[in-house]
């Protein structure tokens, strides 16, 4: 059974500092990864999503990284700003059929201080 | 742009009570999803659908039943709400197959029984 293990929980940074966030599972056969942004009490906004075949993607300061035969992926956050504070996802999906479903890792919450 | 719209940001009901939450996409997308999310124990999948009137249990499907009549509408009911449902409920949509298959949430439904 795939795990998805978020580390740290909790990160709090001053603002402009370059940040990464970590995101590891177990079972490197997965057809995507997709990091997600929560603010508090509500749903999940997708950042970016990583196809098993790609090493990286990129969306202005942030750049989401696959290693899968390790099974880890970051996300870094350059210039961190206080506007950047939540809670930070990521999801890995096991294959492209439609019944394939995401295990999702408990988020690292993120604090920039201003 | 893409939007997943659910009916109710917050609802509070009595135990026993039957409570429908509705998810609407307008995004042609033929798989839906509903989670429930709660502190230490990350998002869980309740119930997902690849297709009108197909439904497929999650890993909590328990208490829960759903209806997908058309394309764009999915409900998740609650045949007696219990406290223990007491949860956050997110909708996700995801278009099929082997195309990019970027994961969309709603805004979530803050779910209290009393």
């Known amino acids: 059974k795939q795990e998805v293990t978020q580390i740290p929980a909790a990160l709090s940074v001053p603002e402009g500092e370059n940040l990464v966030l970590n995101c590891s599972f177990t079972?490197?056969?997965?057809?995507?990864l997709q990091w997600f942004r929560q603010d508090p009490g509500k749903g999940l906004t997708s950042l970016l999503l990583i196809q098993s075949s790609q090493r990286e993607q990129t969306s202005g300061r942030l750049n989401a990284s696959l290693d899968k035969s390790s099974g880890r992926s970051t996300l870094y956050i350059a210039a961190s700003q206080p506007g950047d504070s939540a809670t930070y996802l990521c999801?890995?999906?096991?294959?492209?059929?439609?019944?394939?479903?995401?295990?999702f890792g408990e988020g690292t919450q993120l604090t920039v201080n201003p | 742009d893409v939007k997943v719209t659910q009916s109710s940001r917050y609802l509070v009901k009595r135990t026993g009570e039957k409570v429908f939450l509705e998810c609407v996409q307008d995004?042609?997308?033929?798989?839906m999803f509903w989670y429930r999310q709660d502190p230490g124990l990350g998002l869980r999948l309740i119930y997902f659908?690849?297709?009108?009137?197909?439904?497929e249990k999650g890993d909590i499907p328990e208490g829960y039943s759903v209806s997908r009549e058309k394309k764009e509408r999915f409900s998740l009911i609650l045949e007696s709400a219990s406290t223990n449902q007491t949860s956050m409920y997110l909708c996700a949509s995801r278009p099929p197959g082997p195309i990019v298959g970027e994961l969309f949430f709603g805004e979530g439904s803050r779910l209290t029984v009393l």
């Open positions: 659908s690849y297709d009108v009137k197909m439904k």
């Open positions: 999801a890995v999906r096991p294959g492209e059929t439609s019944g394939s479903r995401l295990t």
């Open positions: 995004m042609d997308h033929e798989n």
């Open positions: 079972d490197s056969a997965i057809y995507n």
